[in-house]
């Protein structure tokens, strides 16, 4: 197979401006890549959308609920901690997280889906 392109004309008006829109997205691109990057794994979503349905949330909650341990559930919030997805709130000895509203507004679109397949069943 040839990776030579065999279009006869190019519209370069159409190569430039989005090249120009690539170029001006360039950061918003890649937030959007670090959100999506560490939402792609299965757990981390499920907290996500718990997190997005419930608006905040403890460890101890959210591993009872995915059948996880405290362990395991502190070690996906610190994923999404340090890349800053979520943030924590310390109310007395127990600790609430909840979504960034800055990164909500990237992957809302896909956690409101999810909620409304489950307002669906």
């Known amino acids: 197979m040839s990776s030579k392109c065999i279009r006869v004309l190019a519209d370069p008006v159409q190569i430039k401006e989005c090249k120009e829109t690539i170029d001006c997205l360039e950061e918003?691109?890649?937030?959007?890549?670090k959100v999506f990057n560490l939402s792609g794994n299965p757990a981390r979503l499920k907290i996500l959308?718990?997190?997005h349905r419930e608006d905040e949330m403890c460890p101890c909650d959210l591993s009872d609920v995915l059948d996880?341990?405290?362990g395991g559930v502190s070690q996906h919030l610190r994923k999404l901690k340090d890349g800053g997805l979520v943030q924590d709130k310390k109310v007395g000895q127990t600790i609430f997280?909840?979504?960034k509203s800055e990164n909500l507004l990237i992957i809302k679109p896909v956690l409101e889906s999810l909620l409304n397949e489950t307002l669906a069943v």
Do not use: P
């Open 28 to 33: 918003k691109l890649s937030e959007a890549t």
């Open 97 to 99: 997280y909840s979504i």
């Open 68 to 70: 996880m341990s405290v």
């Open 49 to 51: 959308f718990l997190l």
